[in-house]
Nanobody, 129 residues
Framework: QVQLVESGGGLVQAGGSLRLSCAAS????????MGWFRQAPGKEREFVAAISWNSDSTMYADSVKGRFTISRDNAKNTVYLQMNSLKPEDTAVYYC??????????????????????WGQGTQVTVSS
């Protein structure tokens, strides 16, 4: 089992920045693709960004391209989401997620909710106008 704990959320004005962190514990010797998703009130959970285990591949939702950057530090078992030029529509609960990959899938990234087996509890991001 893997436990994921997000941190770094908060209240920020439009145009500001936040950096989210997700610390993994448990079976961290396994290899995982890591992703960030978000869910606004009354809306479905949506993909934000993902990064492969070896960091060779990243993927972003069109709505955040050029503003958000995902990165990871496997030595620290941590994945990050740097969010710049934040907009009120970025307001949501942000979730960290993970799924295991095999030795020949180290460059894989996924964007579908159903692909991810492990989820954190979420951290609130609120962007005021």
């Amino acid at each position: 089992q893997v436990q994921l704990v997000e941190s770094g959320g908060g209240l920020v004005q439009a145009g500001g920045s936040l950096r989210l962190s997700c610390a993994a514990s448990g079976r961290t010797f396994s290899r995982y693709c890591m992703g960030w998703f978000r869910q606004a009130p009354g809306k479905e959970r949506e993909f934000v960004a993902a990064i492969s285990w070896n960091s060779d591949s990243t993927m972003y939702a069109d709505s955040v391209k050029g503003r958000f950057t995902i990165s990871r530090d496997n030595a620290k078992n941590t994945v990050y989401l740097q969010m710049n030029s934040l907009k009120p529509e970025d307001t949501a609960v942000y979730y960290c997620a993970a799924y295991a990959v095999g030795d020949y899938e180290l460059g894989n990234v996924g964007s579908r909710v159903y692909e991810y087996r492990y989820w954190g509890q979420g951290t609130q991001v609120t962007v005021s106008s």
